[in-house]
């Protein structure tokens, strides 16, 4: 098989099915050319069973990577500091550092040059959150009760003072 042909695939990341699908072969095979191709540097390995063409990787947009996050841990939210900053209630601009909740346990994956960050919590609090373009993101609201709860319980720390609470 050639990479080329993994070229036809336009998503910014995409499972061994879509592999499969694309080029026509068993899941198997998929998963094995898929293998080939992260030891030559030409994929990246997000988790099981997903991947993103590793030039691709470093010129995703901020909704790609936020798409990433969803998909890295399920169920998930972007929140935090992350989802602070992207409804513009914050000084602080995480470059890189991609923060979300979960009902999972607290994990960090490291992919390329970017950190994804889950934080767990309660079932009863996981709400508050929106759809917007395919991605789930706390509403302002629920970014600010996720950060101050989770400093409060003494499992999150963040500068106050580059908060900008005028704008909720």
Not at 15 to 35: F, W
Not at 64 to 73: E, K, T
Not at 138 to 147: H, I, V, Y
Request: proline content about 2%; some cysteine.
């Amino acid at each position: 098989m050639n990479y080329q042909e993994l070229l036809k695939i336009q998503k910014p990341f995409f499972s061994l099915d879509d592999v499969a699908y694309t080029l026509g072969i068993q899941p198997a095979s998929a998963a094995v050319l898929c293998s080939r191709y992260v030891k030559k540097g030409l994929l990246v390995r997000l988790k099981r069973g997903l991947y993103a063409r590793t030039e691709k990787l470093a010129n995703l947009s901020q909704e790609d990577l936020f798409r990433i996050a969803n998909f890295l841990q399920v169920p998930s939210y972007i929140s935090l500091m992350t989802a602070l900053s992207y409804h513009g209630l914050t000084t602080q601009v995480q470059r890189g550092f991609f923060e979300s909740i979960s009902v999972k346990r607290t994990r960090k994956f490291e992919v390329g040059q970017f950190t994804f960050h889950y934080v767990k919590i309660r079932s009863d609090l996981y709400r508050g959150f929106e759809r917007v373009e395919d991605v789930f993101i706390a509403l302002p609201e629920k970014a600010l009760l996720d950060t101050f709860y989770l400093a409060s319980i003494g499992r999150y720390s963040f500068d106050v003072s580059s908060l900008d609470l005028t704008k909720v």
